[in-house]
């Protein structure tokens, strides 16, 4: 989930004026609700459940998380876990034969004997390093003709590379500042959660301080201190930190932490049998969503009822290689899973054609993939995020859904701000924003992103092969397209860079396909009518 318009939007707010902090601003499980009777455009699973399956029985399915680490032990979804019943835990060989030791829950293709990698380089990070060793010496005037092409889209690369590290450091010393100022003024009113009346009551001794206490009297309105500075001024200087010091660094690279070639796509038995890994805070929020405990009176309800949750690590703190993300949909294929959520994506790609073997794969083993279609605000039809279908075949495609994120309100607001678009890219809109849900430390939280809304989608691809076990995965993808609530007015975005940006007004049909948000209510009465018809191609 991509931070950088959230945290570059309170830097700005810092210097020159506060804008609202929203936290803890819907009701938990919104995404579940139903607009005609909750005044709210979830996708009205709670009327599925009375209406549709009271008394209805089900079949479990596997669903894959392939993310950067679930939780196993969170007390909302250890009675979910998938349980590799081949498998005999802690005793070190591979029971079942399937290439991976003690994989109890999952595997992760981004451990190694002692540790498990958390920071990693964008994408981006690692092609320019691979090229400049290339292109070391080379300039415009000796360039060989047959390189061309390669030196001309590194130095686009090494430019855009350029570009955002500049951008992370600048933000870096803004938040640092920030912080910095932020630290000294609570220290001055000598309280470590001071409430809001208590920040408008207090006397500034110096014109920082005033500036100080006007942002927190406006930020604090809809959160309390402690959360607004864990959730913002923390999370944004790591933010910052993490890009300016691993994310955009060439002279970094953890893989030697994994142990394997990270060239050599065919090498498919690495990493370790820790689902969980060093940050399973975005991972344990996705598999929430899809099916937390609905039987317990805790915390939250997942779209899904009865499905187990395959933990896959392969996204770390930055982009996930590509050779990671091929093994990990081939492990939740072959180990069972008939649903693979994918909340990860990013601009460039090493080797999309391995990528898209593993898609193929997929989809001639009935499985469907789920994939978040991003959070930058852009239209993927024209500009690159991966993994993508482009240049894949159509039964591939039809066996593959991208998600793109809403809100809760049925207005011109209703495609979140965030979220990317593409009339040909992206297939549905599911909510996204503000979607509380498990977190690490069987905690929960509110997050907002394409990350989010793709897990909606995928507990409700789960929750219709669940209860009508012989739809395929490419019936179960046209039943969700089809039956989607349309949104039949316009919805408003910003286009264009941050600070020069102009609002349009689009037709809903013009950022998907479906033109609509998934409804699990019309879905499974969808379904029921199918029997044993065919997918439409």
């Not at 210097?15 to 005609?36: H, R, T």
């Not at 910003?494 to 019309?522: H, M, P, R, T």
């Amino acid at each position: 989930m991509n931070k950088s318009r959230i945290f570059r939007a309170l830097l700005s707010a810092a210097v020159v004026s506060a804008v609202p902090f929203i936290a803890n601003a819907q009701k938990a499980n919104w995404q579940n609700l139903d607009l005609k009777t909750d005044s709210t455009f979830g996708i009205s699973t709670e009327k599925a459940y009375k209406e549709l399956l009271k008394g209805k029985k089900s079949t479990k399915v596997i669903v894959a998380v392939n993310d950067g680490g679930v939780e196993a032990t969170h007390e909302d979804l250890k009675r979910i876990m998938w349980v590799n019943a081949k498998e005999i835990a802690g005793n070190g060989k591979d029971d079942d034969k399937n290439g991976y030791a003690d994989d109890i829950n999952g595997w992760n293709f981004i451990g190694g004997p002692k540790e498990s990698v958390n920071f990693e380089t964008l994408e981006l990070t690692r092609l320019v390093r691979r090229d400049q060793a290339r292109f070391e010496n080379t300039t415009d005037a000796d360039v060989a003709a047959k390189d061309k092409a390669d030196f001309d889209a590194f130095k686009a690369r090494r430019a855009d590379l350029e570009k955002q590290l500049g951008e992370a450091k600048a933000g870096l010393a803004n938040i640092s500042g920030f912080k910095n100022a932020l630290d000294a003024f609570i220290k001055k009113m000598g309280k470590e959660n001071p409430t809001l009346e208590e920040i408008k009551s207090y006397k500034p001794t110096s014109e920082m301080d005033g500036r100080i206490q006007g942002i927190l009297v406006q930020q604090l309105g809809n959160t309390s201190f402690k959360d607004f500075y864990e959730d913002q001024i923390k999370e944004g200087f790591e933010y910052y930190t993490r890009q300016a010091e691993y994310n955009l660094n060439v002279d970094y690279d953890p893989r030697a932490i994994v142990g394997d070639n990270p060239n050599d796509v065919k090498e498919k038995f690495y990493g370790n049998n820790d689902v969980t890994g060093p940050d399973a805070m975005h991972g344990s929020h996705v598999a929430g969503i899809i099916a937390a405990d609905r039987t317990n009176k805790l915390g939250i309800m997942g779209v899904a009822d009865n499905v187990a949750i395959m933990g896959v690590r392969v996204t770390p703190n930055g982009d996930e290689r590509d050779k990671d993300v091929a093994n990990g949909i081939r492990y939740a294929v072959d180990n069972g899973a008939k649903v693979i959520n994918m909340s990860f994506g990013k601009a460039y790609s090493w080797d999309k054609a391995v990528v898209n073997e593993a898609m193929k794969y997929a989809a001639s083993k009935d499985v469907l993939i789920v994939q978040a279609a991003g959070n930058e605000n852009k239209d993927i039809d024209t500009e690159n995020n991966f993994p993508n279908h482009k240049d894949l075949d159509e039964k591939t495609i039809a066996s593959w859904i991208t998600v793109g994120a809403s809100g809760p309100k049925d207005d011109e607001t209703l495609k979140a701000s965030f979220s990317n678009f593409g009339k040909t890219q992206v297939d549905v809109f599911a909510p996204g924003v503000q979607i509380y849900s498990t977190v690490t430390g069987s905690k929960y939280k509110n997050l907002n992103g394409t990350s989010m809304a793709s897990p909606v989608v995928a507990g409700l691809a789960g929750l219709i092969r669940s209860y009508y076990p012989k739809l395929s995965a490419a019936q179960v993808k046209e039943i969700i397209v089809k039956s989607v609530t349309k949104v039949n007015h316009n919805v408003s975005y910003k286009k264009g860079e941050e600070g020069s940006e102009e609002s349009v007004s689009v037709s809903f049909s013009d950022l998907c396909i479906s033109g609509g948000i998934v409804n699990a209510y019309e879905a499974l009465k969808l379904a029921a009518t199918y029997g044993g018809k065919t997918a439409a191609k």
